[in-house]
């Protein structure tokens, strides 16, 4: 693989469910805005990374959606891809001309699913709309009012509607409202803050879990004490371990064998994941995001020689008002986090909050440059689909 970092970013269904995913991609050796650089992006991620990594260790079961340019489209780059898999993603600044457009429709008729990326409606882009999928509207490139008559012009059509960057609940009910059926931005990771609201009894025996396990003295027999005082937990932590992830002889058969089979650090790790999971009811593509960005936080940890068990803590953390719906500075008040830690969440000092807003730059894909403290980026685009994988095989099918 050359020198450049793959990424991916949530598409969420109306009940915040994952439907695809968008691929992104950056490299030193293709200039994104030069026509050719672009082409040849988009050819390098096909080549480099959906052929040899597989769309399955990139985006699992769901759709990836892949930017084309339009030589990327004269050429018929997508027909290299399985048509089940992919979503032909038509940037806005595509040339369109008729031959554009028959090669789009022979796209289509093939079983591809396209979507019109950052669409306005002009007369040159109506043809295409009696054949294509799914529409990407850029809610912050018009008013919320402009939008709603874009969709309502629209109607007519048999489309679906993608919302992106879409940044607050309120957004995604009204859009949601007003027909559009897939969503794209960052408020399913944000809080939706009520005032006044308080943590039920429920929340706040998850919080004082959270603060048990992770007491620098907690041992073995205390957090085996608290584990076998929840019945849920009990039950999943058996699971978890009998199941064929371990692969081990002998069955466990007590919390205690458990524990010492797992070891300190994991068994923490554990809890604090189940703990997390058990304190909001929201979908698992939220908590999907802040484990990934958790466990990225680690593997940087790890290239520079920093205690990876604190750097996941801060990852993990760093969400919690998304989980709890209030302010983190709130949230944080519940736990006995050292003053380095606790501003490494909240103000990203020191190297450990150095880490975490590059985690949170790549998950939102605004990194200035392409690695971080001279990891190479290939290196960082490992530590990415390690991190996914991580979350697929050993953490997803454990909180469902």
């Known amino acids: ?22 691929v992104l991609f950056r490299g030193k050796d293709f200039d994104l805005s030069a026509k050719e650089g672009a082409t040849c992006a988009t050819n390098q991620v096909i080549t480099d990374t959906i052929l040899e990594i597989g ?14 340019t339009t ?43 396209i979507a019109l990326d950052d669409f306005v409606l002009s007369p040159n882009w109506v043809p295409l709309l009696e054949f294509v999928d799914i529409i990407k509207l850029d809610i912050l490139a018009n008013s919320l009012e402009q939008t709603r008559q874009l969709i309502e012009k629209l109607k007519p059509y048999k489309l679906k509607l ?111 994941i189940l703990t997390l999971s058990s304190m909001s009811a929201k979908p698992p593509s939220v908590l999907q995001q802040l484990l990934v960005r958790a466990k990225m936080c680690e593997l940087l940890a790890v290239e520079i020689h920093q205690d990876r068990d604190t750097y996941f803590l801060i990852g993990l953390l760093s ?18 986090l050292s003053h380095d830690v606790g501003s490494a969440i909240l103000y ?16 939102r894909w605004e990194i200035q440059g392409s690695t971080f403290r001279n990891i190479q980026p290939q290196r960082i685009a490992a530590i990415y689909l390690e991190c996914i994988q991580w979350w697929s095989t050993s953490i997803y099918p454990f909180i469902r």
């Open 1 to 22: 693989m050359t020198d450049f970092l793959i990424g991916r970013q949530q598409i969420l269904d109306n009940k915040l469910n994952t439907f695809a995913y968008e």
């Open 55 to 68: 769309l399955n260790e990139l985006v699992g079961p769901h759709l990836a959606f892949i930017n084309f």
């Open 71 to 113: 030589q990327n489209l004269l050429e018929k780059t997508p027909l290299h891809l399985p048509k089940d898999r992919i979503v032909i993603e038509v940037l806005e600044n595509v040339e369109v001309d008729t031959l554009i457009i028959n090669n789009l429709r022979e796209l289509s008729d093939q079983g591809y699913t």
């Open 162 to 272: 993608l919302a992106e960057k879409v940044e607050t609940h309120q957004e995604f009910e009204l859009l949601r409202e007003w027909g559009c059926e897939l969503f794209q931005g960052f408020f399913f990771s944000k809080p939706n803050i009520v005032e006044g609201k308080r943590l039920d009894v429920h929340q706040t025996a998850a919080i004082q879990l959270l603060a048990a396990i992770n007491q620098e003295d907690a041992g073995f027999k205390e957090i085996g004490k608290t584990i076998s005082q929840d019945v849920a937990l009990s039950y999943k932590l058996l699971h978890y371990i009998n199941s064929a992830y371990f692969s081990i002889p002998n069955k466990i058969e007590s919390i205690q064998h458990a524990l010492t089979y797992l070891g300190l650090r994991e068994i923490r790790r554990w809890v604090n």
């Open 319 to 336: 969400g919690l008002d998304s989980i709890l719906d209030q302010p983190l500075e709130t949230a944080l008040k519940h736990l006995p």
């Open 348 to 363: 990203k000092t020191g190297l450990a909050g150095e880490a975490l807003q590059y985690a949170l730059d790549y998950e």
